[in-house]
């Protein structure tokens, strides 16, 4: 191979090696976050390693039920690396998601991470939608110990199909998911996006827009 062969095959591989990592490696055993600092990184600045303690590898709670009384009757317990600072930096984090009767975790995406969910009590139906130009929906009900990923940045939802209360635990690939639920940050963007912008998008009076506004 000449040398401009092997160069170019170099900054190939970086390339790939770059969109590969999509939370980067960590470049130490860890890296627990200091709730104290200032300054500004992507992601959270390490504490002390000597001063790393059990504790900051824990969190306790996830026994307990999220309060479901709302209007979209679920709550979502996140375990992100606010709430476990030992989560810093390692890409993975936990949610408790509790659904009342019929309840429902409305469409949202996650943008930073894939989702797997194993459901624990109840019954879920849950889907989400492709990319354009497809956009198709794919669903399907979980019962008890059913487990079901919805890849990284896709719409999706889960509801409970039950007049009972339903259970699941999600593992999610950052620590630092992120969410955005279609409704409120379309409907409830503050301040709001033009109404009339958005009733061009969803082909719909303007009057049907300021309705769904004025929800959220
Ligand atoms: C952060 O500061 C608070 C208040 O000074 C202190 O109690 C706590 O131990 C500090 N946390 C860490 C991780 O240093
Ligand atoms: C659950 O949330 C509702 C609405 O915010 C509140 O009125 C109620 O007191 C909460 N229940 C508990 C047990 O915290």
Redesign the pocket.
């Known amino acids: 191979m000449s040398n401009k062969v092997i160069i170019l095959s170099f900054v190939a591989l970086t390339f790939a090696c770059l969109a590969f990592a999509y939370e980067p490696k960590p470049l130490q055993d860890f890296c627990v976050a200091?709730?104290?600092t200032s300054v500004k990184v992507n992601g959270l600045v390490c504490?002390d390693p000597m001063?790393v303690q059990a504790d900051d590898f824990f969190f306790s709670g996830l026994h307990l039920m999220g309060n479901t009384s709302n209007p979209v009757g679920s709550r979502v317990t996140t375990v992100f690396a606010t709430q476990l600072p030992g989560l810093n930096t390692l890409g993975i984090s936990m949610v408790r998601i509790d659904y009342a009767p019929w309840g429902q975790n409305p469409p949202h995406t996650h943008p930073r991470a894939t989702e797997i969910l194993t459901v624990l009590e109840g019954t879920l139906e849950v889907g989400f939608v492709t990319s354009n130009p497809d956009n198709r929906f794919i669903t399907k009900v979980l019962k008890r110990g059913d487990v079901f990923v919805f890849p990284v940045g896709l719409v999706h939802f889960q509801r409970n199909l039950g007049n009972g209360y339903a259970v699941a635990i999600a593992a999610l690939s950052s620590q630092n998911p992120g969410a955005i639920t279609i409704a409120n940050a379309v409907f409830g963007a503050n301040p709001p996006i033009p109404g009339d912008i958005l009733a061009k998008a969803f082909q719909v009076d303007k009057s049907v827009v300021d309705q769904l506004q004025s929800k959220f």
């Open positions: 200091d709730p104290n504490k001063k």
